[in-house]
């Protein structure tokens, strides 16, 4: 709780200091291969996230997506949520085809948990409508963006 507050506060190093202290403790209940630990170990990517050290969010995502690969919990909205961060790393980096293709495993666990019409999907639909644009696909972002207006958000062309 302490790492949360502190980084709703902005105060990242606190979070960072808080979220690793809550990591060793979880990797010492449940082991490093836990579902807990994966958690905290992606909660510590997104506060470098905000800190702008991408290498380090890098990292830590890609830690936690392995962890839930182990734990074959890879079509688990958990592992959807980490590897979809990932990719927003590396878009942010410009790794556009690595970003790409990360947000369609995302999209692909989030539409066998909740529909291909969940509200759930708008964040990846729009990162997947936008890097489309940038790989000089126009027309399958058209394709994202039609599947925004059924779920009911305009976006786009």
Do not use: W
Not at 39 to 62: P, R, S, W
Request: charged content about 25%.
């Amino acid at each position: 709780k302490a790492g949360k507050n502190s980084f709703d506060l902005a105060e990242y190093d606190k979070a960072i200091e808080y979220l690793s202290k809550s990591n060793d403790i979880e990797t010492e209940l449940y082991g490093e291969l836990s579902h807990q630990v994966a958690i905290g170990i992606n909660n510590l990517a997104n506060v470098y996230l905000y800190m702008v050290q991408f290498d380090e969010a890098k990292k830590f995502h890609q830690k936690a997506v392995n962890i839930y690969s182990q734990l074959n919990m890879s079509e688990h909205p958990d592992c959807a949520i980490a590897t979809y961060q990932l990719g927003q790393v590396n878009c942010i980096q410009e790794n556009y085809l690595v970003a790409d293709s990360l947000y369609h495993v995302s999209l692909t666990i989030f539409e066998k948990a909740f529909g291909s019409n969940s509200e759930l999907l708008i964040g990846i639909l729009k990162d997947l409508s936008d890097i489309k644009k940038i790989l000089g696909k126009p027309e399958e972002s058209k394709i994202y963006n039609e599947r925004l207006r059924k779920i009911g958000v305009e976006y786009g062309d």
